[in-house]
């Protein structure tokens, strides 16, 4: 199955978020097919823009198995994203990319 993650920093956090951030990605990108996609929200489209967030789009067994992923991030564990991240399950239906 597939989820969408939409979790939003808290206020003041991007000292922490630059902290954490290689422990973050690290984090993903130790678990082989699981983030199809992901990255920083950012606060504008310009070159000035700050990160604000993160989104992903992941492949997990269950709901509960995303909970569980995002619950491990050390953006979650060490306070960066505040506490109304939405998981939301998705059904890849169109675009250049989506499962065979």
């Not at 699981?34 to 067994?61: C, H, N, Q, W």
């Not at 506490?83 to 675009?95: K, Q």
């Amino acid at each position: 199955m597939f989820f969408v993650i939409l979790a939003s920093d808290r206020p003041g956090a991007l000292e922490l978020r630059l902290a954490h951030r290689q422990r973050h990605i690290d984090y993903w990108n130790s678990l082989p097919g699981v983030v199809r996609i992901g990255g920083a929200m950012l606060s504008d489209d310009t070159g000035e823009a700050t990160p604000k967030g993160s989104a992903f789009i992941i492949e997990a067994g269950s709901l509960e198995a995303a909970r569980a992923l995002l619950a491990a991030d050390p953006f979650t564990t060490e306070g960066v994203f505040g506490g109304d991240a939405r998981i939301e399950v998705l059904r890849p239906g169109i675009g250049d990319w989506k499962p065979g």
